[in-house]
């Protein structure tokens, strides 16, 4: 049953990711591309979504997952299942966080996760940027070039400090200036 698999996948995804979001990325796109949900290709461009719609990240894009596979029961099934173990440890935490704070067991771990969480992150970086930059494993084409010139001009402006609003809306507009120009 697709629900019931959907809700156990972002469960498991939700239970043993620490980091939010991007951490999750690399086990989502491990989970979803082999059980054949979607192609890679296509769960790429939902990150671009997610990352540009309100929300948290792991919401948007479990939703989206759930939607594409299982129709809107498929979406509240993993959906749910992504967020149910974070609210768990939060009551869990929450409950005994007089014991929690001053253990050196948990500070400890926590020491622990913040590098694991930075190699999550960039292991997601390093796999989407390799779909964004060498989709089909060429080395120079139009699209490769316009991808590399929206990237590197969204980190200029946000190393200035332009709001990252701005930011997101200049590089939709000239995504879609590239794909009307034949670019994409």
């Known amino acids: 049953m697709?629900?019931?698999?959907?809700?156990?996948?972002?469960?498991?995804?939700?239970?043993?990711?620490?980091?939010?979001?991007?951490?999750?990325?690399?086990?989502?796109q491990e989970q979803v591309t082999a059980k054949g949900w979607m192609?890679?290709?296509?769960?790429?461009?939902?990150?671009?979504?997610?990352?540009?719609?309100?929300?948290?990240?792991?919401?948007?894009i479990s939703t989206y997952v759930g939607m594409e596979t299982?129709?809107?029961?498929?979406?509240?099934?993993?959906?749910?299942?992504?967020?149910?173990?974070?609210?768990?440890?939060?009551?869990?935490?929450?409950?005994?966080?007089?014991?929690?704070?001053s253990s050196s067991v948990v500070g400890g771990f926590m020491s622990g996760l913040r590098p694991c969480v930075v190699g999550l992150i960039g292991t997601a970086v390093l796999s989407v940027g390799q779909t964004v930059f060498f989709p089909a494993g060429i080395v120079m084409n139009p699209a490769l070039l316009v991808s590399?010139?929206?990237f590197i001009l969204s980190l200029v402006l946000v190393f200035k400090k332009v709001h990252p609003i701005v930011v997101i809306v200049l590089a939709g507009a000239l995504g879609v200036a590239a794909g009307l120009l034949g670019y994409l």
């Open 70 to 101: 299982g129709g809107i029961f498929g979406s509240f099934c993993a959906t749910l299942g992504v967020v149910l173990p974070s609210f768990l440890v939060i009551l869990l935490v929450a409950r005994f966080y007089e014991k929690f704070r």
């Open 39 to 60: 192609k890679l290709e296509d769960l790429i461009n939902f990150v671009a979504v997610s990352e540009s719609t309100p929300g948290p990240f792991a919401v948007n």
């Open 148 to 150: 590399s010139v929206i």
């Open 2 to 28: 697709i629900y019931l698999e959907l809700f156990l996948t972002f469960f498991q995804i939700g239970a043993f990711t620490f980091g939010g979001g991007y951490a999750m990325l690399p086990m989502i």
